[in-house]
């Protein structure tokens, strides 16, 4: 078979190879499942052996896939693959398979793979293939057929408890939304380097009755799969509205409007009226819109940026401040300051805090800076936790920070009292 190799794709060669064929069996009967493919271009004909001839079964074309009973386990083709003309293919090999299902929802995970051991019992037990089990030199064939399969199934009995621990998250936040279980903690933002607070960041907390409070990493993912996430968001808008204004009365007269920033999952960007019920919210609030910060991050811009800049406009306009979270991690930043009506970059922790020991992050965080600059928009450094870091970032000209170094997230009340304490020092 001619082959030519045309992207490697940043993956092993063995991994993942696009393959030009012309007039070529890509396998016969006679091969070892041991990959399936998708067809980018052309045509590949299936067909089996019957009573000496080749009988022809069907003509797949772009964008379908065949031999894909490798995914499943090993064995034997039972079919042919010719490529009937130019055709260009790809070859997903099974671990590439499944490495993407455990990558999934646990749930969808889980149910895939009941799915393959179901196929795997019936293959064993239909009629079909007793002739392959009766050539195993072993006394339990069942068995040993099963031995031979590949290790997907392995941790399936991890997959059920993680599957059944996402479900019952589900349905333990649902009643925790019922029940006002969640609640904002607020970390102050302060300017650099006089440290006058700015506002806050609302940062969302999870006070369960009888396993305390629950970091956001174990319910915000299960959240955004099962779209609870929604209800979430705007709970913490509604209520961030409310505190603002609370906030600004506590401050009392002062030269400067304080701001409230939410974060918003990048979910919300595939509904078409997600920001008119934003603009509900802030209208029912009474809420001065300039006081309100939304951040998003990149990967809220990726999935549709299309939707993503006629929603992120529409927030624009009503006088909504909108900034990037964890700024520099991602990989298109650049074209996103350029396309997007973006008001405040942040910078990512991860930089802050090596800016003393690694010169690549102390030279991101002056490359972020020059950008904004250039863009004329503002910048948040996070993860200020020494008094050393906040010197260098205030020198490369960042306008604000926030982190341990000036407080964690506090509970409104505490907030409040730091509010009081920050004025009647800083002003």
């Not at 099963?146 to 333990?172: H, I, N, P």
């Not at 102390?362 to 250039?374: F, G, H, Q």
């Not at 170094?405 to 020092?425: G, N, Q």
């Amino acid at each position: 078979m001619n082959t030519i190799v045309k992207s490697a794709q940043k993956m092993n060669l063995q991994q993942m190879r696009s393959l030009y064929l012309k007039d070529a069996v890509v396998f016969s009967e006679k091969d070892n499942r041991d990959c399936a493919y998708i067809i980018e271009k052309g045509e590949v004909e299936i067909s089996v052996k019957r009573d000496g001839r080749k009988v022809p079964l069907v003509r797949l074309g772009e964008g379908e896939v065949f031999g894909e009973t490798a995914l499943l386990g090993p064995g034997a083709r039972t079919a042919t693959a010719i490529a009937t003309e130019d055709c260009e293919v790809f070859r997903i090999f099974p671990h590439i398979f499944q490495n993407r299902i455990m990558q999934l929802d646990p749930l969808v995970g889980l149910l895939m793979s009941l799915l393959v051991n179901r196929y795997r019992q019936w293959s064993i037990t239909s009629p079909d293939s007793v002739s392959e089990v009766d050539i195993l030199p072993c006394e339990n064939k069942d068995i040993k057929l099963l031995d031979r399969a590949d290790d997907f199934l392995l941790g399936l009995r991890l997959q059920k408890e993680t599957a059944l621990k996402e479900l019952r998250m589900a349905q333990e936040i649902t009643h925790a939304i019922e029940k006002k279980q969640f609640a904002p903690h607020l970390q102050p933002i302060v300017s650099l380097p006089d440290r006058k607070l700015l506002g806050f960041e609302a940062l969302i907390r999870w006070n369960h009755p009888e396993k305390g409070m629950i970091p956001p990493m174990e319910f915000i993912p299960v959240a955004e799969r099962t779209d609870v996430v929604w209800h979430l968001d705007m709970l913490m808008l509604r209520r961030a509205c409310q505190v603002v204004q609370e906030l600004q009365e506590v401050a009392g007269n002062i030269d400067r409007k304080l701001f409230l920033s939410v974060n918003l999952s990048g979910i919300h960007f595939d509904s078409k009226d997600f920001s008119s019920q934003i603009a509900s919210i802030i209208e029912e609030s009474s809420v001065d819109p300039a006081q309100i910060v939304l951040e998003i991050t990149e990967s809220a811009l990726m999935g549709n940026p299309k939707q993503a800049e006629v929603v992120l406009k529409d927030l624009r306009k009503q006088g909504l401040t909108i900034a990037l979270d964890d700024f520099g991690t991602g990989y298109s930043s650049l074209g996103y300051l350029h396309r997007f009506p973006i008001d405040i970059l942040k910078i990512d922790r991860s930089f802050v805090q090596d800016i003393h020991s690694n010169s690549k992050s102390l030279n991101v965080v002056r490359a972020i800076v020059s950008l904004a600059k250039t863009f004329d928009l503002s910048i948040v450094a996070e993860g200020i936790e020494s008094a050393n870091e906040a010197i260098s970032i205030a020198g490369l000209g960042c306008d604000a920070g926030q982190g341990y170094l000036f407080s964690k997230p506090l509970p409104v009340e505490k907030a409040m009292e730091f509010l009081i304490s920050s004025i009647a020092k800083n002003g």
